[in-house]
């Protein structure tokens, strides 16, 4: 089952991007949350994803997978919920779909992906350590610099418009 989870059912497998894949099948996920419990269940979700998958991943570490296979996406779906995290607050506080703020979404997924790739220090810090905890964490510091990345060109985009 650990497999199963690390891989988000088997979404890791899809080639090419298995990353790209992962925060591909976060988006519809992110969004059913959002419906059923607004920003606060996306969060909780978040975390447990956080715990689920750091233990999916130690536990198949442990058992000889290599540290970080590219199929291993369960971090993907943790990171792209967290750059979702400013959308979805926006959505609840201004009172509208999720969906009627398409232009964060959309940025979340391009700014989360860019982190993931490119890797800037504190995300190159976190995937070169070892552990499940480890190879969760350097996605979920690339997803909070999207969210700032959201954060930051919502206001901006507000402030234009008023």
Known sequence: MT???ATVFGVGRLRPAPGTWGSLA????A?????????????MATIAVF???SWAIETEIRSGAEDDPSEFVIDEVAGQWIALWPVSYGAIFADVSILALWP???????????????????????DAKRGGVWVMMDDVIAGWLAALVVAILAAIAHLWLI
Do not use: M
């Open 26 to 29: 976060a988006l519809p996920l």
């Open 31 to 43: 969004w059913a949350l959002h419906e059923l419990g607004g920003f606060w269940l996306l969060a």
């Open 104 to 126: 964060g979404i959309l940025t979340a997924f391009i700014a989360f992906r860019l982190f993931d790739i490119w890797k800037p220090a504190p995300v190159a810090w976190a």
């Open 3 to 5: 497999y199963w989870i």
């Open 51 to 53: 715990a689920l998958g």
